[in-house]
Each structure stands twice: as structure tokens, then as C-alpha cells.
């Protein structure tokens, strides 16, 4: 039973379109945050939601829109997109926004072409 | 803005040695790291963890040192395998209130039978 799911695992999309990615967990948490890894590997927070509320938003383009039905989902939405969105994108959760506990998803690889 | 960093972006050891993984951060009020391990298409995966009143940790065949007065960690892994080859980051946090982790960038660890 997967603790942190993603889907899709694989998006490949052309410029200009809208998508959206989908988390949802099942370890209680009441944190959750998307994470963006570029083509070095370099993890980068982008969002941060506790119990649907956004806490922190790290200077992310408003095409970008998180989306949190209830604590247990946390979707991103990207409208316009565009070649420098490729990356791998991970969904994580925490209890009380504590480091300790996190977990992550297995990423949605996402391909702007 | 403060990062985390690490010195060696690849290594390669041979089966059977001990594998020394280095990372350097600056945040001095940073007083929480976690290592994570992530294999090829999946998400990083909590290795293990030290909070700054520590200066060394261990679990099962892995270490962690942490020397606060150089702002350096390092982790250790003894009797390196095959399935240890991944890319391996040092993320910090700062305990108070919500945060997020700030991940450096990863080293790749290649061992070889």
C-alpha cells in the first residue's frame, strides 16, 4: 500500500497546454508539499500546504495553482507550459510540518515539448 | 540565500569498501539533517537522520558525523553493495515551527562488483 502516491508517473506535453498532477497520501499527515528536481538533481520546494492551507509558496510562477481538496490530496496545476517546466516533480508529506517523517512519492516525470 | 552543498558530485568505490559521502552547509541555525537515498525513478528515501545536539549517529551499516563548528556532515557506509549505488543528498530543517527541508545538491555514489 503505497504511503505517498503520484499520478501520473510519466506526462509528455506540448508547449502551451494546461496539466495537472496528482498526489494523495495515506499516512495522516497533515502536510503536504510538492518539490521540484531539476536535470541535476537539485531538489527545490515549491509548496507547502497544512490542512489545506498554503504555508509556503517559494517563488513559483502563477501558472503554477495548488489545489488541496483535504489533507490527504495535494494537486498541482500547471497552466501554459512551457519547455523549462521539464522536470521531476515530487509530492511529500510530514506531520505538523516537522522534517521528521517525511515522505515522498516516487515523481511525475513531466516533458514540455 | 543559504544552501546546503556537497564536494564531491560522483564517486565510484568498489564492493565491500567504505563509502564517505560529504556535505557542507551554512545555515547555522539549521539544527536538524537528514540523509536521503534515491535510486533511479524513484523518490528520496529517508537513510537517516541527527539533530545538532548529536555529533554522531549510527544505524545499520551507515553513519552520520555532524561537526557544527564547521558546519559539516558526512555519512558513512560500511561494506558499500551494488544496491547502495544511488544518488545520495543532505537536507537541513529548522525545527521550529513550519519549514520546509533545503536539500543540497546530490552526490552520486557508483559501486561496482
Known amino acids: 500500500d503505497t504511503a505517498v502516491s503520484q499520478t501520473p508517473k510519466y506526462l509528455v506535453t506540448q508547449m502551451g497546454n494546461d496539466k495537472s498532477i496528482k498526489c494523495e497520501q495515506n499516512?495522516?499527515?497533515?502536510?503536504m508539499y510538492w518539490y521540484k528536481q531539476d536535470s541535476k538533481k537539485f531538489l527545490k520546494i515549491m509548496f507547502s500546504?497544512?490542512?489545506?492551507?498554503?504555508?509556503i509558496n517559494e517563488t513559483v510562477p502563477n501558472r503554477f495553482s495548488p489545489k488541496s481538496p483535504d489533507k490527504a490530496h495535494l494537486n498541482l496545476h500547471i497552466n501554459s507550459l512551457e519547455l523549462g517546466d521539464s522536470a521531476v516533480y515530487f509530492c511529500?508529506?510530514?506531520?505538523?510540518?516537522?522534517?521528521?517523517?517525511?515522505?515522498f512519492g516516487s515523481g511525475t516525470r513531466l516533458t514540455v515539448v | 540565500g543559504e544552501s546546503v552543498g556537497l564536494h564531491l558530485p560522483t564517486l565510484s568505490v568498489q564492493e565491500g569498501d567504505n563509502s564517505i559521502i560529504n556535505c557542507a552547509y551554512s545555515?547555522?541555525?539549521?539544527?536538524?539533517f537528514i540523509w536521503y537515498k534515491q535510486e533511479s525513478g524513484k523518490g528520496p528515501q529517508f537513510i537517516i537522520d541527527?539533530?545538532?545536539?548529536?555529533d554522531k549517529r549510527q544505524g545499520q551499516r551507515v553513519t552520520v558525523l555532524l561537526n557544527k563548528t564547521v558546519k559539516h556532515l558526512s555519512l558513512q557506509i560500511a561494506a558499500t553493495q551494488p544496491g547502495d549505488s544511488a544518488v545520495y543528498f543532505c537536507?537541513?530543517?529548522?525545527?521550529?515551527?513550519?519549514?520546509?527541508?533545503?536539500f543540497g545538491k546530490g552526490t552520486m555514489l557508483l559501486v561496482s562488483p
Open positions: 500546504y497544512n490542512n489545506k492551507e498554503l504555508i
Open positions: 499516512l495522516g499527515h497533515d502536510t
Open positions: 545555515n547555522s541555525a539549521s539544527d536538524y
Open positions: 541527527i539533530r545538532s545536539n548529536m
Open positions: 511529500a508529506s510530514s506531520q505538523g510540518g516537522w522534517a521528521y517523517g517525511y515522505t
Open positions: 537536507a537541513e530543517n529548522q525545527s521550529s515551527g513550519y519549514s520546509t527541508l533545503t
